[in-house]
């Protein structure tokens, strides 16, 4: 954070510098000067040489406005933000939410916020992007920190959601020994730090630590079919290990924690390209290209809304149960199924080609949510068509953003 401060400033006050009316005024008369003192005799080619120094200063200057822009937060008027509920200082907590610029933790952030709490977004931006917490940037009561939680962070703060963890199958797989580091040094970390400061404690999981499903729906006293060495053991062992440390927490140091399985979820600010199945198929029908199912497609997922699962996680942080909680939506498709109506919603010629079937791909998976009905008074409250329609305006809008970049 120094190093941050101190590189806006000494920007700051070279832009001031070189865009002050006082320099830019000697520069042409040095210019000018340089001009008159040519001897006729010298050839045309120091007067290039002269020319294309000055057009490299304005490229500099330019270069330099650029730059300062970007790294500078503006302050921005208080009415120019989203709309928060007011609160008093006892009821305004202050909470961290590790992987808070992904895809599900801004939206965690934007709803926090707008509840009226302090919000600290923690993130590496492996999979994150700080476009997904614009809209807080400057605000009084939002901070955002560049921080990988493999190592310690130190801060006070009254409840920690846990999200950093990278979950598509080709982002965790990418790096299979950061997974499994940021999923069990990560998660000691925060186990710290909330033991440090007397903070709760909500982990990530998910329904990956079922495996390979041999009951059907997975309730959460299923202790799953996992293959410990296959292509998914990173992030599905780095989720289970994660649970257990969160476990032995609660049991050794009195942490109070809580532990959300989540399931399938899509939404808007998905990462367009990172090959999930809901992004795969709306981007591939979108553009009409052909939408791909590996192996037959009688694989069957049940996908719920991010807005749901939000509520969920708010509500099991401030539920009183330490038990693992699934959160997903038990509307059940094929994935065949789901391309077609994927296809027919986006009104797409693509044609659906199978691919060989990936390795340790789960047959089913359905959640029990029981649990999550008795102790938390939560249901998922929009259908999988309803959340798809959303979800395929945000990507529409995302692909015409990229063309407009292309053409500039």
């Not at 190093?3 to 008369?29: E, G, V, W």
């Not at 923690?122 to 605000?139: A, C, M, P, S």
């Not at 990418?174 to 970390?189: C, E, F, M, R, S």
């Not at 939408?291 to 996908?303: A, C, K, L, N």
Request: aromatic fraction near 8%; charged fraction near 25%; glycine fraction near 6%.
């Amino acid at each position: 954070m120094y190093q941050y401060y101190r590189r806006k400033f000494s920007m700051d006050r070279m832009r001031r510098i070189i865009t002050s009316p006082l320099f830019i005024t000697l520069s042409f008369l040095v210019v000018i000067f340089c001009g008159l003192t040519i001897k006729p005799q010298e050839s045309i080619t120091e007067i290039e040489i002269l020319k294309e120094q000055v057009d490299s200063m304005k490229r500099t200057i330019e270069r330099l406005n650029h730059q300062v822009s970007s790294d500078i937060v503006i302050e921005r008027p208080n009415n120019s933000f989203p709309k928060t509920k007011p609160r008093s200082e006892g009821s305004r907590l202050r909470i961290l939410v590790t992987g808070g610029t992904g895809f599900v933790g801004s939206h965690l952030v934007d709803k926090l916020m707008k509840q009226g709490h302090e919000v600290i977004a923690l993130d590496n931006y492996f999979t994150g992007r700080k476009r997904n917490v614009e809209q807080w940037i400057g605000h009084p009561n939002f901070e955002l920190v560049h921080h990988d939680v493999v190592n310690p962070y130190y801060i006070e703060a009254d409840q920690i959601y846990h999200l950093a963890s990278p979950a598509s199958p080709p982002h965790y797989m990418y790096n299979p020994v950061k997974t499994l580091k940021t999923n069990a040094i990560g998660t000691v970390n925060m186990l710290g730090l909330a033991r440090r400061v007397k903070a709760r404690m909500l982990l990530a999981s998910t329904s990956e630590i079922y495996g390979d499903p041999e009951i059907h729906p997975q309730p959460e006293t299923y202790w799953g079919h996992v293959n410990t060495i296959g292509p998914r053991s990173c992030y599905d062992e780095g989720k289970r290990v994660a649970e257990s440390l969160m476990m032995a927490y609660q049991k050794q140091e009195k942490v109070e924690i809580r532990i959300a399985r989540i399931f399938n979820t899509f939404g808007p600010k998905m990462h367009m390209n990172d090959g999930r199945v809901v992004s795969n198929f709306i981007l591939q029908a979108l553009q009409n290209q052909p939408i791909t199912i590996y192996g037959e497609g009688e694989q069957t997922r049940s996908f719920q809304y991010v807005d749901d699962l939000v509520d969920g996680l708010i509500s099991l942080m401030n539920s009183n149960t330490t038990l693992p909680v699934n959160l997903g939506n038990p509307e059940e498709y094929t994935i065949k199924e789901f391309a077609e109506l994927i296809k027919r919603l986006v009104g797409s010629n693509s044609r659906i080609i199978n691919h060989p079937k990936q390795e340790d791909d789960p047959k089913q998976r359905k959640p029990d949510i029981t649990r999550a009905a008795e102790l938390l008074n939560w249901k998922p409250k929009i259908s999988m068509k309803e959340g798809l329609k959303k979800t395929i305006e945000y990507f529409r809008d995302e692909l015409e953003q990229e063309k407009v970049k292309i053409k500039k």
